[in-house]
């Protein structure tokens, strides 16, 4: 059995998705929020984000969901429940947000993401420079378009071995569409079958602009922005963890004060047990005026708040580091 295909959103871009995995004889099954003239049984119309409309269309024996709406917390809802629904569905997401699309594809398993824009801007970009490109292919950190190459009688690749474009380098043969006698690519190259007008190639060109490496000067900078940035973070640790030394050392002083039976350990013990809130020897501030234990109320707020900011630090500076 085929395995099920849905697709989310038949908006432009989605539908034109849905008749092409049709045209190509998938098993296809199509959510629109709205009917859509002309189609039957293979639309479900209704809620994107409603556990009964995915229910519906079978997500839960689909094989892959195809989230082609241009609302990105839509796909995201839509994402997270057919996860709970079909844990094993892969899923293919259009996402504007290259960064958050990247994040996703690393976070969850057979999740890939999809930006119109980053997949049309090099079409563009070739048809720019005079070259008609139907699509492009990601080798080896370079973007190759791909055209389609039509032989007729002034073509230089006339009466050319097809055996001697498999073996060129600059070119990537994809597919051959012979004007006669049906033939695969595989088998037109074994047998050395040659170029006649009316053949037709679909290939891909390698890019003539190499990819640039970044210099040592480039590498150096950047190896100072991040010690710069690890500087300001430190600095700010560096004052939050005096000041909380300040506070232990004059909650432990004060303990000592009021009560000169208090060892310097006890106090100190129950100073940092107050402010982590791990708590220990509550018998100091148990037995101490009415004063004293409004102090201790008011540096357990202070200590509190200085903890929780050297952990907010502490996480944006790694967070920070990981994610740029």
């Known amino acids: 059995m085929k395995p099920r295909i849905i697709v989310c959103g038949l908006g432009r871009t989605g539908y034109k998705i849905f008749r092409l995995l049709r045209q190509q004889g998938a098993t296809v099954v199509g959510i629109s929020d709205r009917p859509l ?5 293979e639309i479900i119309v209704g809620n994107f984000r409603s556990a009964s409309t995915l229910l519906a269309a079978g997500i839960q024996s689909a094989h892959t969901l195809v989230l ?3 609302d990105e917390s839509v796909n995201l809802a839509v994402l997270m429940l057919a996860r709970i629904l079909n844990p094993k569905i892969r899923i293919i997401n259009r996402l504007f947000n290259t960064s958050l699309g990247d ?11 999809m930006s119109v824009s980053a997949l049309a801007a090099p079409v563009f970009a070739f048809a720019a420079l005079g070259n008609h490109a139907i699509g492009q292919l990601r080798l080896y950190n370079q973007t190759w378009p791909m055209h389609e190459e039509l032989i007729d009688r002034n073509h230089p690749w006339l009466g050319r071995k097809i055996a001697s474009l498999w073996d060129d380098r600059s070119v ?3 597919y051959y569409i012979p004007a006669a006698d049906p033939i695969d690519l595989v088998s037109a190259v074994v047998k050395g079958r040659q170029l006649q007008v009316g053949d037709r190639l679909i290939i891909a060109s390698k890019p003539s602009v190499r990819t640039r490496r970044q210099s040592l000067i480039h590498n150096f900078f950047k190896i100072f922005a991040r010690l710069r940035q690890f ?4 600095k700010s640790a560096v004052i939050l963890n005096l000041a909380l030394l300040v506070t232990v050392l004059v909650c432990t002083i004060t303990y000592i004060s009021i009560n000169l039976n208090n060892s310097f350990v006890d106090s100190l013990y129950f100073t940092v047990g107050m402010i982590t809130g ?12 009415g004063s004293i234990k409004i102090f201790t109320s008011i ?19 790694v967070l920070g580091t990981r994610f740029q």
């Not at 994040?103 to 993401?113: I, M, P, Q, S």
């Open 37 to 41: 003239r002309g189609e039957g049984s």
């Open 68 to 70: 082609a709406g241009k």
């Open 103 to 113: 994040r996703l594809d690393h976070t969850l398993t057979d999740h890939t993401t």
């Open 172 to 174: 990537m043969l994809i």
């Open 231 to 234: 500087q300001r973070h430190s």
């Open 278 to 289: 791990a708590g220990g020897n509550e018998k100091i501030a148990e037995q101490a005026p």
């Open 299 to 317: 540096m357990m707020l202070v200590g509190t708040a200085i903890v929780g900011i050297c952990y907010a630090l502490l996480n944006d500076f």
